[in-house]
C-alpha cells in the first residue's frame, strides 16, 4: 500500500510512508511530470511491515512530481507538488 506523501504541498522535505504485506522485492521512484527518473529512494528486498521515505528536493525546482511504488504485481503512482 502506498499513502500520500506529508506534507504536500512541501518545501523542501516530505515523507513517504508505505506498506509492503510479504517478503519482496520493492522499488519507490519519483519522477518528474515528463516522466523521467529523478531518484530512487527505495530499491531493495524488504520483510512485511510499514516504512517511510523521505525525499529532500532542495535541488529541485517547484512543480508536480510524482512517486511509483512497485512490489512484485503491485504498482501504484501518486502526485505531490513541491513549492518553493
Avoid at 516504512?51 to 503512482?77: E, L, N, P, R
Wanted: glycine fraction near 4%; charge should be positive; hydrophobic fraction near 35%.
Amino acid at each position: 500500500m502506498l499513502k500520500q506523501n506529508y506534507p504536500n504541498p512541501f518545501n523542501p522535505v516530505t515523507n513517504i510512508e508505505f506498506s509492503v504485506s510479504k517478503s519482496t522485492f520493492v522499488k519507490l521512484a519519483v519522477f518528474d511530470v515528463t516522466g523521467r527518473e529523478l531518484e530512487t529512494l527505495v530499491s531493495q528486498n524488504m520483510s512485511p511491515g510499514t516504512y517511510k521515505a523521505d525525499w529532500d528536493a532542495s535541488k529541485y525546482s517547484s512543480g508536480v512530481y510524482f512517486y511509483t511504488i512497485t512490489s512484485g504485481s503491485y504498482h501504484h503512482t501518486k502526485k505531490m507538488i513541491l513549492i518553493k
